[in-house]
């Protein structure tokens, strides 16, 4: 009865407050995790999707089901996942949520992570979240970190506990955007460090993060995990590369 009464009472809250997509403010019509935003912008990103990589995700992999880009450094993670590839929409709703301060979109790509999450990591528990850190002084300059604000609203969405002090980055990297792949993996090599290592022993972490390229950020990451004794660990993101 107390069901119904609040089923009936969201159905007359969302007929008078429809609910407004936080990318275009269009109508957002249902109520699934990733339907937070609109259909018409849900339906701009290309969802990444098998065949891939049974590892890194990197799609189109048909031959094999693991491929070779991260091997040859040794591979950290066990599974990295991501909702859309990072093309053209993607693109835009990304950079606008990391260089326009536009954090409120942190909820919209959280659901759509959160959809990832049960369709291609099978709704996996794990002890707890951990965002990719950024430098202190490049948090300090832009205010946040997008992939802290990923975390925490993931972290409520799926009621996971999410933990964005412990990993830490100790070298200021530059941007891994500008640089080929073997300079990716030497760049981040000994940027993380955890602060309390022992939390992370005998653990399964999920690793959180705007955008996967290569995976050398996310390894180095998973690295510094497994060295501290973390049992599982797979990366979630928003959008990848191909
Ligand atoms: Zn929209
Ligand atoms: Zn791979």
Redesign the pocket.
């Known amino acids: 009865m107390l069901k119904l009464l609040y089923n009936f009472a969201s159905d007359v809250l969302a007929l008078a407050f429809p609910r407004i997509c936080p990318v275009c403010g269009g109508r957002v019509a249902d109520d699934f995790l990733d339907a937070i935003v609109c259909e018409s912008c849900r339906s701009k990103l290309q969802r990444a999707l098998p065949p891939h ?1 049974e ?2 995700g ?1 799609p189109d ?1 048909v031959h094999h089901a ?2 070779c ?2 091997m040859n450094t040794g591979l950290h993670f066990d599974q990295a996942r991501a909702y859309c590839l990072f093309e053209d929409y993607a693109r835009r709703v990304v950079h606008d949520m990391k260089f326009n301060q536009r954090r409120e979109l942190a909820e919209p790509m959280a659901g759509m992570m959160a959809r990832a999450w049960i369709e291609r990591l099978e709704e996996r528990r794990y002890d707890c979240l951990i965002p990719v850190p950024l430098h202190p002084s490049r948090r300090h300059a832009r205010g946040y970190n997008q992939s802290d604000l990923l975390a925490e609203r993931l972290g409520d969405m799926l009621d996971m506990p999410v933990d964005c002090w412990n990993l830490e980055r100790r070298r200021n990297t530059r941007p891994q955007s500008s640089l080929r792949p073997q300079e990716k993996v030497e760049n981040v090599r000994g940027a993380f460090t955890l602060d309390k290592p022992e939390r992370v022993k005998g653990c399964e972490m999920l690793l959180i993060d705007d955008i996967i390229t290569t995976g050398s950020t996310a390894n180095e990451c998973a690295r510094v995990l497994r060295e501290a004794g973390a049992v599982r660990i797979d990366v979630l993101t928003f959008a990848r590369t191909r």
């Open positions: 990589c590892r890194c990197r992999v693991y491929c880009s991260l």
